[in-house]
């Protein structure tokens, strides 16, 4: 091989792309009485501060959020950056779903069984959803601008794929709490990852309707 094909070959081996790996492990919650909470939902792991290309296959996938028997259903959604949410109601009664999250705001307005309503997130964040006649309702969207996150299951056990290797920031996200901490991916991926979530200074607060103000007192 002459001195300019070797180099060639050496810069081509140089150039190639890392194969992407897998970052997995488990979160732990730790509730008041500093035990560790059994059963896990609503636990989003993800890498934060990354923007990536979205598959065509995770943009073109449905999501929704359905209104039933007075609560959303699933409580907590996680979609990519762009994508459209539907919002039915399956309840006999009226609903008026929206959300004041900066960036994200929507109000669908009054709406009766069997309707559904669209919206497109065209910004990355937390949108927090509710019902401006019932107060109990309440929902979360975690709007992504890239591909590397995922719910953990029951057990808090998660599991990343396609992570190209590189030093991380692991975001945990629940909404009782959040935390992170630093990762790095080797050529081997990141596994067996402990990450433990503290909620025990959680206090749920009421929230406001879409006027800002107070719901009414009454029954719902």
Known sequence: MSFRSFTA???????????????????EVIEKSGAKRESLEGILVYLDGVVAPIPDGLRSRSFTMTSRNKTFDPHVEVVPVGST?????????????????????????????GAKKDVVFENPGLVRVYCNIHPQMSGFIQVMS????GLASPDGGFRLDGIPPGSYTLAVWHEEGETSRPIVVTEN???????????????????LNKFGKPYKRGKY
């Open 85 to 113: 949410v539907t919002f039915p109601n399956v309840d006999d009664i009226m609903h008026n779903v929206f959300s004041l999250s900066r960036g994200n705001r929507f109000d669908l307005g009054l709406y009766k069984s």
């Open 146 to 149: 890239s591909p590397y996150f």
């Open 189 to 207: 991926g990141a596994r067996d990852i402990v990450i433990e979530l503290d909620v025990s200074d959680f206090k749920k607060r009421p929230h």
């Open 9 to 27: 070959f050496f810069a081509l081996v140089c150039v190639q792309p890392a194969v992407a790996q897998t970052v997995a492990g488990r979160v």
